[in-house]
C-alpha cells in the first residue's frame, strides 16, 4: 500500500494533501474499516485510515482527499 501525504504551511496555518487512503468519502468517513478493490493490502489500509481520520480530528489542521 503507497500512501502519500503532503503538507502545506503558511502564515501558522497549514493544510494536509492525502492521497490514496480515502477512495468514498461518504462510506469511509463513518467508517474507516471499509475497503475496496483499490486497498491493495485491505486489513493496513482499514488500520490506516482509522489512524489518519482520529489524528486529523484531533488536529486544527485543514485536510484535502483526493479520489
Known amino acids: 500500500m503507497y500512501l502519500i501525504f503532503y503538507v502545506v504551511e503558511s502564515e501558522g496555518k ?3 494533501f492525502w492521497g490514496d487512503i480515502l477512495h468514498f468519502g461518504s462510506i469511509q468517513f463513518p ?3 471499509i475497503t475496496g478493490v483499490y486497498d491493495v493490502n485491505l486489513n493496513a489500509a482499514a488500520k490506516q485510515r482509522a489512524k489518519q481520520f482520529t489524528r486529523a480530528e484531533k488536529s486544527p489542521r485543514l485536510v ?3 479520489h
Open 14 to 16: 497549514s493544510i494536509e
Open 64 to 66: 484535502a482527499a483526493a
Open 31 to 33: 467508517n474507516p474499516k
